[in-house]
């Protein structure tokens, strides 16, 4: 009896990796699949949190709604356009950034630890500062483009800027994650292709072009997905610039979602633009995985 007070104190029984993982299981099933289905089941409902008792079940009909709702698709729009330019210039900056890193010089070291200072800054508090920085009276950026005689410009209520501005903020405060990425990717690069590529007289945009990139292309593809997620559902630096706007220019899926659960009140149709954004982060992250497996093959 000792003996086996013992083992069931010390957790040296076979049920011991039960009692430890079962917490973690019912802490994930609680903050991940029970909201999950509680959205999927929302999405089939009308529930607006003005008519509280009058919450019924009406099948497809947000969905039917949502292919015909031309606000969605400009949300649709704004995010596609948002992620393209995000991730172009995030990969290819990161990738040259990663290449400068992964050279040998002094300071390389604390060079390598101040490129993690926009990452480790709360969203919200980049949101501000560059809020700040482009403000159109006291900001720096419009101070320094009155003393190159340009005209000082409301840079985020305007519709040609607005988004472009955000894809900027998006771009200096994430192209250091992918770059840190790619650089663990080209430090794990084996040494003796480059070393026979030397031996034959290959150029360096050859041995780039030939085996650098080919070599990298799982690490670009890692990069590629987790920003992909990342900026799909990117809601707290759009929030506090430009909360979607001017009028509908930077509202992409998710701060729509937002809006029509927490201002119009409808959140049946808000969660059924949860599902559908979730939906296609599924499919495509899914595509372009697959896509590089075949070719690797």
Known sequence: MGNRLRKALTLETKSAPVILLTPIFVFLLAITIFPLIYAIAT???????????????VGFKNYAYLLEDPRFWNSLKNTFQFITFSLLFEITLGFVLALLLNQKFRGAGMAKTMVLLPMITTPVVVALIWVMILDPQFGIFNYLMGQLGLKPQT?????????????????????????????????????EPFESAKVDGASKWQTFIHL????????????????????????????????????????TINMYGYLTGFHFLNMGYAATLGISMLLIIIILSQLLVKRVNMKGR
């Open 43 to 57: 999405s089939f409902q009308y529930f607006h949190l003005s008519d509280p008792l009058g919450r019924s079940f």
């Open 155 to 191: 840079w985020l209520s305007q519709e040609n800027t607005a988004l472009w501005v955000i894809i900027g903020v998006d771009v200096w405060e994430w192209t250091l994650f992918v770059a840190l990425v790619l650089l663990s990717g080209l430090q794990s690069l084996p040494g």
């Open 212 to 251: 650098t990139l080919p070599m990298m292309t799982n690490y670009i593809v890692i990069a590629l997905v987790f920003r992909f997620m990342d900026a799909f559902r990117w809601f707290d630096t759009i929030y506090v610039m430009t909360k979607g706007g001017p009028g509908t220019a930077t509202e």
